[in-house]
């Protein structure tokens, strides 16, 4: 079964999300804000969500996760809980 890690900052504006995604293309650290930023728990790690299967994360998210080359960052990505940006670390097929 495929696997994948990632790390993701999760915010809930679109708008506020874009700016954080220039903020990295022009060479922020997406870790210290994910720390800063992130609503989500993961944050405190950096955005770091560690090794998951396909499924168990939502539908939107997964779908990215599990097709965006690793390595770029992703994003915005819409889900109930608001707004991704997302980074693929590594997966396995």
Do not use: N, W
């Amino acid at each position: 079964m495929p696997k994948a890690s990632a790390r993701h900052i999760l915010v809930k504006s679109e708008g506020f999300c874009q700016g954080l995604k220039t903020q990295i293309d022009e060479g922020a650290d997406f870790a210290a804000l994910a720390k800063e930023h992130s609503e989500c728990p993961s944050g405190k790690e950096g955005g770091d969500l560690g090794h998951f299967s396909r499924g168990q994360m939502v539908k939107e998210f997964d779908e990215v996760v599990f097709s965006a080359d690793v390595g770029t960052l992703q994003g915005p990505v819409k889900t109930q809980f608001g707004y991704h940006l997302i980074e693929v670390t590594a997966r396995t097929e």
